[in-house]
């Protein structure tokens, strides 16, 4: 069998012997439905209440979505905890104060300590010497070959700079807390570079490059970075912060952090092991939805003519359910979540702050829309599906919002969630090697027949 490349010699066309060997490849991996319930195996390491398979322990989160009454778990409102405090307090905190969290709470993640001033401080001109990329990184590595994915260009980043660390396979934790702060630091650059050159290489745009500042907090710099004019108002640059800090962290089984672990867990090097994480978090059941919800409300806002019409909208979410609307994913974006049921602690937050810049940008009447889909959606998607537990509005609704208010282009909504959760996964891979476990192996059952071998002049 020769497989030919198409008229215009392109090697990554699909040619017909490919695809009917992934038509064997398909026929020959499907298991059925009824072998995992036999075999009491818990697809996703979830039951059907959504509760993980215990998988260890942690001292870095806490998500909690049910509370013991009569020796029952039964749902509550959900709430999110950072190494013991609660992140509504945190929030709270630095914003009533005036202060940018990010910088803050990412001490109190890696180091278990809320930091007084001059840990603070410190910490931050830490944070601010290590964005500086090595000399032409910029010009040799994010500039040639641009990719249209910015998170194929971050973790291409990422990978790359372990040839500029000469203890890069060091896992000492004095040298990994090292390298995880200078990841931390340059994911911005990593990522709104990316963009920028995939914006004037493929987009035909002009080029920006500008330097970053290192009296700047990582939000102040994320928009210096990514506008022409490098101008944000000081809400902007609040709200960006609000959804950083949200977005760092959410416990040791949400799929990339268990992907630090598993992979920490071979005791590879941290740019390998971030990297994979970065991989987990492109997919679109991880990463992506906050672009998805943006996308619906778009075509929502198209086909609904009077937004404030309970009847049109929620008759438009029925479309969305029955796969009438928009993908046909029988999906309404933005709501539901894998352990929240009665609401989700991040989007609830979110939502007290976006009022403020919605009115800001003149979009008050995108967010009573939004307001009203978070009251329907989840009476009707409960009216319609056989729910197992609460369903409600989750962060990925307001985040997409947020960033678009923000103009920040859809290519870079991922990675701002990557720039977040970079600090949870390097507390995590820190947690995972002062612990110095097992490597991670889980069993899988086999249920494959014995065969008996033939020479291959009888094989049909």
């Avoid at 999110?80 to 104060?97: A, I």
């Avoid at 309970?310 to 609307?325: G, M, N």
């Amino acid at each position: 069998m020769i497989l030919n490349k198409n008229n215009n010699g392109d090697i990554t066309a699909l040619t017909p012997e490919i695809i009917s060997l992934a038509k064997r490849v398909e026929d020959t991996s499907v298991i059925e439905n009824e072998l995992f319930a036999r075999y009491e195996v818990k697809r996703g390491l979830r039951d059907l209440n959504g509760k993980g398979v215990l998988a260890g322990l942690t001292h870095i989160s806490d998500v909690r979505a049910n509370k013991l009454v009569n020796g029952e778990q039964v749902p509550t409102h959900g709430e999110l905890f950072y190494r013991g405090y609660n992140v509504k307090d945190l929030v709270n905190g630095f914003t009533s104060e005036n202060r940018f969290g990010f910088e803050e709470v990412t001490y109190l993640l890696l180091f278990d300590k809320l930091p007084n001033e001059q840990e603070l401080s410190d910490f931050k001109a830490i944070l601010g010497e290590y964005r500086s990329l090595p000399t032409s990184f910029v010009r040799d590595i994010i500039m040639k070959a641009p990719s249209t994915d910015m998170m194929n260009t971050l973790a291409r980043s990422v990978l790359t700079l372990y040839s500029y660390d000469y203890r890069a396979d060091d896992t000492s934790l004095p040298n990994v807390l090292r390298q995880c702060l200078q990841l931390i630091s340059l994911f911005p650059e990593f990522a709104i570079y990316g963009y920028q050159a995939f914006n004037h290489y493929h987009e035909g745009e002009s080029l920006y490059i500008h330097p970053p500042v290192p009296e700047l907090s990582t939000a102040e710099n994320i928009l210096h970075l990514l506008r022409p004019d490098s101008k944000y108002t000081p809400l902007e640059a609040k709200l960006l912060d609000i959804a950083l800090v949200l977005h760092m962290e959410h416990g040791g089984g949400n799929n990339s952090t268990f992907t630090t672990h598993v992979v920490t867990s071979s005791l590879t090097d941290t740019y390998s092991a971030i990297a994979a994480a970065i991989g987990s978090l492109k997919g679109p059941r991880h990463g992506g939805a906050n672009i998805k919800v943006v996308q619906m409300f778009d075509e929502m806002k198209r086909e609904v003519k009077d937004w404030k019409d309970e009847e049109e909208v929620s008759a438009y979410l029925k479309k969305l359910l029955h796969k009438e609307a928009f993908d046909h994913s029988g999906l309404i974006y933005g709501v539901g979540h894998a352990i929240y049921s009665k609401s989700d602690p991040r989007s609830l937050i979110l939502k007290q702050h976006v009022e403020a810049l919605s009115h800001e940008k003149g979009l008050d009447d995108e967010f009573a829309l939004y307001s009203m889909v978070e009251r329907l959606a989840p009476e009707i998607i409960a009216s319609e599906r056989k729910m197992y537990k609460g369903v409600s509005i989750n962060v990925d609704f307001y985040s997409g919002f947020v960033y678009n208010m923000l103009n920040l282009p859809a290519e870079l909504f991922t990675p701002m969630f990557a720039i977040a959760r970079i600090v949870g996964w390097s507390a995590h891979r820190m947690e995972e090697l002062a612990n110095n476990g097992k490597i991670i192996r889980p069993a899988y059952k086999p249920i494959m027949e014995d065969k008996t071998y033939s020479s291959i002049e009888t094989r049909k």
